[in-house]
């Protein structure tokens, strides 16, 4: 069974950084295309970035220059490191792994940036 499970969400204050971190299992987490997506309330769920298992990378332009993601293959997680916070940022933040066509989320985490 496919688990992924964020952690890193919190309070930060506008111009500052979280690191959000996503563990995976159940799935070859080095041949997954991992992606973080979000979700403001009385938003759709919008992509954030992504990355493949050959490290590529893509990201809206919206948090781009500010935001990376990054994967370790040993410890089967992905991260998302979010630097020059904006009150616009705050959303849920959610983990999503595609294996062979089938996509899997995680249950979401929430980044909420505020002074």
């Known amino acids: 069974q496919v688990q992924l499970v964020e952690s890193g969400g919190g309070l930060v204050q506008p111009g500052g950084s979280l690191r959000l971190s996503c563990a995976a299992s159940?799935?070859?987490?080095?041949?997954?295309?991992m992606g973080w997506y979000r979700q403001a309330p009385g938003k759709q769920r919008e992509l954030v970035t992504t990355i493949t298992s050959g490290g590529s990378t893509n990201a809206a332009d919206s948090v781009k220059g500010r935001f990376t993601i990054s994967r370790d293959n040993a410890k089967n997680t992905v991260y998302l490191q979010m630097n020059s916070l904006k009150p616009e940022d705050t959303a849920v933040y959610y983990c999503?792994?595609?294996?062979?066509?089938?996509?899997?989320w995680g249950q979401g985490t929430q980044v909420t940036v505020s002074s």
């Open positions: 999503k792994g595609t294996y062979y066509s089938s996509n899997y």
């Open positions: 159940g799935i070859t987490f080095s041949a997954a295309t």
